[in-house]
């Protein structure tokens, strides 16, 4: 897991910590001024309700950190078919075939049951090591 850090913190965790950039961007201000629950009080509430779930189990965490997940790859999947479709229409070659948007959903949804199933599995052989040391 450790070898997987610099990646992880490469393209998923440190993207993410990039988007505080835009909170000090003079240029976007007028931009976050309009829309104040879009860049201050979703986030807020994302973070509090965080603090607020911190008591749970591990299996609440696990789940929670899987949709979390889920939602990145969707988002993640999103923003590279916005750029490949930005590039298309750039270059000229007009708009992407709507069936290009539905197999980038479908595959989203087969990585996440794929992650949830694993997941499952996880939870099993972690619950039979436990109860067998008790």
């Known amino acids: 897991m450790a070898a997987l850090m610099p990646i992880i913190m490469l393209t998923g965790n440190g993207h993410v910590g990039a988007t505080a950039f835009f909170y000090f961007d003079h240029d976007l201000l007028p931009l ?3 829309n104040r ?3 201050l009080l979703y986030p807020a509430l994302a973070a509090g ?3 607020a779930l ?3 189990s591990a299996n609440a ?6 949709g979390y997940f889920a939602w990145q790859l969707y988002h993640y999947s999103r923003q590279n078919y916005g ?3 930005f590039a298309a229409q750039s270059c000229g070659a007009g708009k992407l075939p709507a069936e290009i948007n539905s197999m980038l ?3 989203v949804a087969a990585a996440i049951v794929r992650t949830v199933s694993v997941s499952a599995l996880t ?3 972690s619950a039979y090591f436990s109860s067998s040391r008790a």
């Open 83 to 85: 750029l490949v479709a």
């Open 123 to 125: 939870f099993q052989i």
């Open 54 to 56: 911190s008591p749970l």
């Open 37 to 39: 629950q879009g860049f």
């Open 49 to 51: 309700g965080c603090l």
């Open 32 to 34: 976050v001024r309009q």
């Open 105 to 107: 959903d479908l595959g």
């Open 61 to 66: 965490w696990t789940i929670l950190l899987i």
